[in-house]
């Protein structure tokens, strides 16, 4: 499983598509805060903790019932697919249930994970709610892109267990 990881990492640091994903996106989105504040709570967020997607299984398995995972992406995105325990609530309406409607303030201490597409989003939401007094907040680092890819190794790995002469299952 370290070896899987270490593939993952790998892939990972060479995905340029986030870079230009997240550019192309921002250039078709309008965001309920200006860009100046945006761009704070992208690069310089805190108060929340970034978490891996072997990091988010572990989590989901142990804390299934007390864990709220909340994925800001659009409705179609969610539907295409998106992690079990998720509930849809994208970007813009996740800000006005935190802001305005203080829909979530029963998790003040119970745990949250944010999940974007690439980790941006979700970085700027759990510094929000941070600052909005919620004390167990995560991003899932570099979103359900990396959750994705990270399912799809272990599909092959599964695969890979079964099949009697593959010399590659000692990596999984």
């Given at each position: 499983?370290?070896?899987l990881?270490i593939?993952e990492?790998i892939?990972?640091f060479l995905?340029i598509g986030v870079?230009?994903?997240?550019?192309?996106?921002a250039?078709?989105?309008r965001?309920e805060?200006d860009?100046?504040?945006?761009?704070k709570?992208?690069?310089?967020?805190?108060?929340?903790?970034?978490?891996?997607?072997?990091?988010?299984?572990?989590?989901?398995?142990?804390?299934?019932?007390g864990?709220?995972v909340i994925?800001?992406?659009?409705?179609?995105r969610?539907?295409?697919?998106?992690?079990?325990t998720?509930i849809?609530?994208p970007?813009?309406?996740?800000?006005?249930?935190v802001?305005?409607?203080?829909?979530y303030?029963?998790?003040?201490e119970?745990?949250?994970v944010?999940?974007c597409?690439?980790?941006h989003?979700?970085?700027?939401?759990?510094s929000?709610?941070?600052?909005?007094?919620?004390?167990?907040?995560?991003?899932?680092?570099?979103?359900?892109?990396r959750?994705?890819?990270?399912?799809k190794?272990?599909?092959?790995?599964?695969?890979?267990?079964?099949?009697?002469?593959?010399?590659?299952?000692?990596?999984?």
């Open positions: 499983m370290k070896t990881t593939i990492s892939n990972n995905d870079i230009i994903e997240s550019l192309s996106k250039g078709k989105r965001f805060m860009l100046a504040a945006f761009l709570q992208l690069f310089w967020g805190k108060g929340y903790e970034n978490i891996t997607p072997p990091q988010l299984s572990e989590i989901v398995e142990k804390r299934a019932n864990l709220l994925d800001l992406r659009e409705k179609e969610f539907e295409q697919g998106h992690i079990k998720a849809s609530n970007f813009d309406a996740f800000l006005k249930s802001l305005v409607d203080r829909k303030e029963d998790y003040l119970k745990e949250i944010l999940v597409d690439t980790g989003m979700s970085r700027v939401a759990g929000i709610l941070a600052g909005e007094g919620f004390k167990k907040v995560y991003s899932l680092s570099r979103g359900m892109r959750w994705n890819r990270r399912q190794m272990l599909i092959q790995c599964n695969r890979l267990k079964y099949e009697k002469n593959s010399m590659l299952a000692s990596f999984c």
